[in-house]
């Protein structure tokens, strides 16, 4: 069973940066793409950027292209978002996900992905 705990939100101004982390268990994750959406109040969950575990493929969504970077660490079986320039619309709960893939694919819609984390706020203050 895929166990995904998130850390890092907070309340940063705009312009600075954050880091999130979900430090993922319960598997061997070589098959899986991991992913991170977020969420405000009264709105879909939307996609911000997911990468293949095992391979270089990365997928962002238009609006944190060049401000935004996934990346992870195997060793320590890590996910990470690097939130650079962040923007008061950047405030959202941010949650973890992952999911089995085909090799070479990199999946972007939430229903691709069947293990979530709890989620962790993301205030951005102008």
């Known amino acids: 069973q895929v166990q995904l705990v998130e850390s890092g939100g907070g309340l940063v101004q705009a312009g600075g940066s954050l880091r999130l982390s979900c430090a993922a268990s319960g598997r061997t994750f070589s098959s899986y793409a991991m992913g991170w959406f977020r969420q405000v109040p009264g709105k879909e969950r939307d996609f911000v950027a997911a990468i293949q575990w095992y391979s270089l493929y990365t997928r962002y969504a238009d609006n944190v292209k060049g401000r935004f970077t996934i990346s992870r660490d195997i060793a320590k079986n890590t996910l990470y978002l690097q939130m650079n320039s962040l923007k008061p619309e950047d405030t959202a709960v941010y949650y973890c996900?992952?999911?089995?893939?085909?090799?070479?694919?990199?999946?972007?819609?939430?229903?691709?992905?069947?293990?979530w984390g709890q989620g962790t706020q993301v205030t951005v203050s102008s």
């Open positions: 996900a992952a999911g089995p893939v085909r090799r070479g694919t990199v999946p972007t819609e939430s229903a691709d992905f069947g293990s």
